[in-house]
């Protein structure tokens, strides 16, 4: 089993970035996919980015492209996601997520879930 824990969100202006991030502990950290997620007022939860277990491979949605960027330190069992150039609908708590499957892009590939973080982007 493995444990999240994010940190990093707050209330920021529309165009500023925030840095979030994800302690895993439980077990070694390269065991899992790790992926972000995000639910905002009213939405379903949603898939933002994650990072497949075997190769590395980063997969990101349509609507975060370019914008947000996903990496890992595995010697800190810890893995970030850089928010740049912020909207007010990218407003949402952001949860980190963890499969033991290959990789993660869909709420039904989740194993693990953080409690989340909130992200307030004001216009």
């Known amino acids: 089993q493995v444990q999240l824990v994010e940190s990093g969100g707050g209330l920021v202006q529309a165009g500023d970035s925030v840095r979030l991030s994800c302690v895993a502990s439980?077990?070694?950290?390269?065991?899992?996919?790790m992926g972000w997620f995000r639910q905002a007022p009213g939405k379903e939860r949603e898939f933002v980015a994650s990072y497949s277990r075997i190769g590395g491979k980063i997969y990101s949605a349509d609507s975060v492209k370019g914008r947000f960027t996903i990496s890992t330190d595995n010697a800190k069992n810890t893995q970030y996601l850089q928010l740049r150039s912020l909207k007010p609908e990218d407003t949402a708590v952001y949860y980190c997520?963890?499969?033991?499957?290959?990789?993660?892009?869909?709420?039904?590939?989740?194993?693990?879930w953080g409690r989340g973080t909130q992200v307030t982007v004001s216009s």
């Open positions: 997520a963890a499969t033991k499957g290959y990789n993660i892009t869909s709420v039904r590939g989740v194993d693990y």
């Open positions: 439980g077990r070694t950290f390269s065991m899992y996919a």
